[in-house]
């Protein structure tokens, strides 16, 4: 009379070990998918972003720091490299001379902003706007070629991840976990960018005695 008993206890825990071992993002479409890492990365309110671009055939490398509206870290395109800085919505960059040179800037005028912390102006700033914690989440919301629905199980570094595809050929890989964390970006022909740090925070503060280009351009 008891058998029946033990057998559904033995079913039970089976079905519950089951549900225990099941994937977090299980039965998600890619969209669905794309949402969770959104909100994910929105939540940490801060990441390290790193990695390989490619944008009209110029190589560069992004290591950044992204902590609500401020970041820290460096930019480089073809060899010229800049610091960049964001504070409470203002943008400074210190740039080598090549930046400055390739920049399109006389020479007199690279040799003044050699080594110095330079203010940005709203419009020029505006161009690193996706270089930004709110422009990353803002990507993965309004990704600009259409999710696949089918995903794809793997492993990254260990970590079990899902992998979405866009139909561009672009691709992003999420931590398959309850805090579902966009790991990797990769852009068909674009380079790759990696996440991790996320929930991390730096101290961000304003340089002294940064020019302001406006003053300077008499803006």
Known sequence: MRAPQLTAAFAATALLLTACGGSPLEGKTGSEVVTAAADALEEAGSVHIAGAVDQDGQE??????????????TLSMDGAEMELLGVDGTLYIKGTPEFWAASGLPEEMSALFEDQWVILPDEAAGEFQEFSLAGFVDQLRNPESPVQDEVRSDELDGEDVVVVEQEDGS??????????????????????????????????????DALDLNDLMGG
């Open 60 to 73: 560069g490398e992004v290591d950044l720091h992204l902590q609500g509206d401020d970041l820290t870290g």
């Open 171 to 208: 691709s992003l890989t999420v931590a398959d976990s309850d805090e579902a964390y966009p790991l990797e970006m990769t852009g068909e022909g674009t380079g790759t960018i990696t996440f991790s740090r996320f929930g991390e925070t730096e101290e961000i503060s304003a340089p002294e």
